[in-house]
């Protein structure tokens, strides 16, 4: 299945969570032999769990799979191999986390530098763990010295405020916001504005609260009720947190200030005009190295402390950040209650829209309370009944998201413009959805993502192709050429036999980039089967992304079409007749226009004509309505494919 549904279907999804959590759009981790219980799976069992792996890989997966003690083992085998005795210290240490042994902790890194941040990081911790709170003060402030190094006053600051002196806490929290390390933890933030208001400072606790988390229009409703809360001078008052929630923590606080780092060093690296030396480009981690680091963390936090929510939702945004949403909803699935239930099941809810649930996710948001339905609840909401084939309901609550994010700030104003256009597509008003398309090009400036998406649907309209164009490569550019952002200009330029070497050369960047990523897999396999530029190569890549996520509809749908090229019309007729069966609850008219196909050349003409007039049935939310005019009055002209071998693959079942 091409991806331009799917693209177009997710625009909501990855636009909304832009400013909170990017969410992927789909994939999971490979099927392979696993015992139900890797804690208790003995040492041999799970080696033979992750045979065939490269060792790299094995560690990935094991992360993906909550397998802390092979990844740790894993781990030091590298570090052994590399001869890095520091990086083995790292592993060792965190795996004395894991364990609760924070003395070994202490013992480990005994001759590592106290001045050293990751050094009295682990040290801090772990006196920590063991409730020793000055010990952990004087272990951070000997990394601290004038205290102007990364994060000292923030994690000063909670050190303090769990060691009972409020005091110090404040002034700690004052520096940090001074020189701007509230911004990459605002779970610290909050805390310090709590604070602020029990010290009798609501004025301040407002201004540092909108300081940080930024203009009160553009908040979401749970960020806005608990500023609302500030405002009243009645927060929740702050519970004094066990040694082992303090660890848990300060881990995933600090993972999340490295992730928002990142970020913003991207960020600047992309407007610096200056290029990389080829030493800066080496030193740049890619994105599966970044998940290793992050998910150790993360699942060391939650090892330690399973009801740390805030480690879940980062490690749920790491696990997107790979393709990895099926276990980044299964990292959300423990949060049935507490204060940040409702974004659990907005967040929820997007990723059982990625992977082709629309049924639960429709279900997760009618839980949300009406008073909590932003404009970012009805996006989703017009997205899943999008996905369901209600169009006329979608375009209901694209209209009221528009109404909702009237006088809440530009950037939600033109998302749910960017939620409309899509509605009035899907109704088959292309020249509505063209004209606020146009606008929001005209409007917004080129470093504006929501520019560059409106750009994109332009692109994929044979009629406004090449006025699309520039906007959407500006966005490409303009986002630092991300990989998500390749496969989305590439799956357009793709369609149109003037760009589509350009649009097969993103989608090998973006994978080259990404090479575990099923999505990617796919959108590249499919490309290169249905325009018949490499029918080996293509199956190849769809047979391994059908490996990797064999409950996908799409994937599935993708195969299908491969093997009906390969004139193998028995095989796609099994594949894309289950495919239909998978997106039942997410119909896709390509699906039943490919299995038209494969009717056709089978003999079974009326069953033929009934699948493309149920994919004509779709109006204008599928773009082949030329094509399956023709169909439907003349069939499939000319015979069937030749039937051949399928090409061999190298390596079945590797990732």
């Known amino acids: 299945m091409r991806l331009r549904a799917v693209l177009f279907a997710t625009t909501t999804i990855l636009m909304g969570s832009m400013l909170m959590a990017p969410m992927a759009w789909a994939a999971a981790p490979p099927t392979i032999e696993r015992t139900p219980d890797a804690d208790r799976a003995s040492a041999i069992a799970r080696e033979r769990a992750y045979a065939g792996l490269s060792l790299g890989d094995a560690i990935r997966q094991a992360l993906i799979?909550?397998?802390?003690?092979?990844?740790?083992?894993?781990?030091?085998?590298?570090?052994?191999?590399?001869?890095?005795?520091?990086?083995?210290?790292?592993?060792?240490?965190?795996?004395?986390?894991?364990?609760?042994?924070?003395?070994?902790?202490?013992?480990?890194?005994?001759?590592?530098?106290?001045?050293?941040?990751?050094?009295?990081?682990?040290?801090?911790?772990?006196?920590?763990g063991q409730g020793q709170w000055n010990q952990a003060i004087n272990a951070w402030e000997t990394y601290g010295g004038d205290g102007e190094r990364p994060f000292f006053n923030a994690y000063r600051a909670l050190l303090a405020e769990?060691?009972?002196?409020?005091?110090?806490?404040?002034?700690?929290?004052?520096?940090?916001?001074?020189?701007?390390?509230?911004?990459?933890?605002r779970d610290l933030s909050k805390r310090y504005v709590t604070l602020l208001v029990q010290a009798g400072q609501n004025e301040n606790a407002v201004k540092v609260f909108d300081e940080v988390f930024g203009d009160p229009k553009g908040l979401d409703l749970i960020d806005t009720q608990f500023r609302d809360t500030i405002v009243a001078g009645k927060p929740a008052a702050l519970s004094k947190l066990s040694p082992e929630a303090t660890v848990s923590s300060l881990m995933s606080n600090y993972a999340s200030a490295m992730m928002v780092a990142r970020m913003l060093q991207a960020s600047e690296d992309k407007e610096d005009s200056d290029k990389p030396t080829a030493d800066e480009s080496a030193d740049?981690?890619?994105?599966?190295?970044?998940?290793?680091?992050?998910?150790?963390?993360?699942?060391?936090?939650?090892?330690?402390?399973?009801?740390?929510?805030?480690?879940r939702f980062i490690l749920s945004e790491v696990l997107g950040n790979i393709d990895e949403d099926k276990a980044a909803l299964s990292t959300l699935m423990p949060i049935t209650s507490g204060e940040r239930l409702d974004e659990a099941r907005h967040a929820k809810a997007a990723l059982h829209l990625s992977l082709e649930d629309a049924s639960s996710a429709k279900a997760l948001l009618d839980q949300i309370p009406e008073r909590l339905r932003d404009r970012r609840w009805w996006d989703l909401h017009a997205t899943a009944l999008s996905a369901r084939g209600d169009f006329k309901g979608a375009f209901e609550s694209a209209s009221k998201s528009v109404a909702v994010a009237n006088g809440t700030g530009e950037w939600d104003e033109d998302l749910a413009q960017?939620?409309?256009?899509?509605?009035?597509?899907?109704?088959?008003?292309?020249?509505?959805?063209?004209?606020?398309?146009?606008?929001?090009?005209?409007?917004?400036?080129?470093?504006?993502?929501?520019?560059?998406?409106?750009?994109?649907?332009?692109?994929?309209?044979?009629?406004?192709?090449?006025?699309?164009?520039?906007?959407?490569?500006?966005?490409?550019?303009?986002?630092?050429?991300?990989?998500?952002?390749?496969?989305?200009?590439?799956?357009?330029?793709?369609?149109?036999?003037?760009?589509?070497?350009?649009?097969?050369q993103l989608l090998r960047d973006a994978l080259e980039e990404m090479p575990r990523s099923p999505m990617f897999m796919n959108a590249l396999g499919y490309t290169l089967v249905e325009y018949d530029i490499d029918l080996d190569e293509g199956f190849q890549l769809l047979l391994k992304a059908y490996e990797l996520r064999p409950y996908s509809g799409a994937i599935t749908d993708s195969l299908g079409r491969a093997h009906y090229k390969l004139g193998q019309l028995n095989e796609a007729q099994r594949l894309i007749e289950k495919a239909v069966e998978m997106r039942k609850d997410a119909p896709d008219p390509e699906i039943y226009d490919n299995l038209g196909d494969v009717y056709w050349h089978q003999g079974k003409k009326a069953d033929a004509r009934r699948m493309w007039k149920m994919a004509k049935d779709f109006g204008g939310h599928y773009f082949k309505q030329e094509q399956l005019d023709e169909k439907l009055r003349s069939g499939l002209k000319g015979p069937a494919p030749v039937e051949r071998t399928a090409p061999v693959v190298a390596e079945p079942g590797s990732v």
């Open 162 to 185: 769990q060691n009972g002196d409020t005091k110090a806490a404040l002034g700690y929290y004052a520096q940090a916001q001074k020189v701007g390390e509230l911004h990459f933890v």
């Open 65 to 128: 799979d909550d397998d802390l003690e092979f990844a740790f083992k894993s781990l030091a085998a590298l570090g052994r191999a590399s001869g890095d005795n520091s990086t083995g210290l790292y592993y060792s240490a965190i795996r004395a986390f894991s364990q609760q042994n924070y003395q070994d902790v202490t013992e480990t890194l005994r001759d590592s530098d106290p001045s050293d941040m990751l050094t009295a990081t682990l040290v801090a911790w772990a006196h920590v």
């Open 284 to 311: 740049t981690l890619d994105a599966d190295a970044q998940f290793v680091g992050d998910a150790l963390l993360l699942r060391t936090a939650l090892k330690i402390d399973a009801t740390n929510q805030s480690a």
């Open 418 to 504: 960017l939620s409309l256009m899509r509605a009035h597509y899907d109704l088959g008003r292309t020249s509505e959805a063209v004209d606020i398309a146009r606008n929001l090009v005209k409007k917004l400036k080129p470093e504006n993502p929501i520019r560059g998406y409106a750009g994109l649907f332009l692109a994929g309209e044979p009629t406004t192709h090449r006025e699309g164009l520039p906007a959407a490569r500006d966005s490409l550019k303009m986002m630092g050429a991300d990989s998500r952002s390749k496969v989305s200009l590439g799956s357009v330029l793709a369609q149109f036999p003037a760009t589509r070497a350009e649009g097969v």
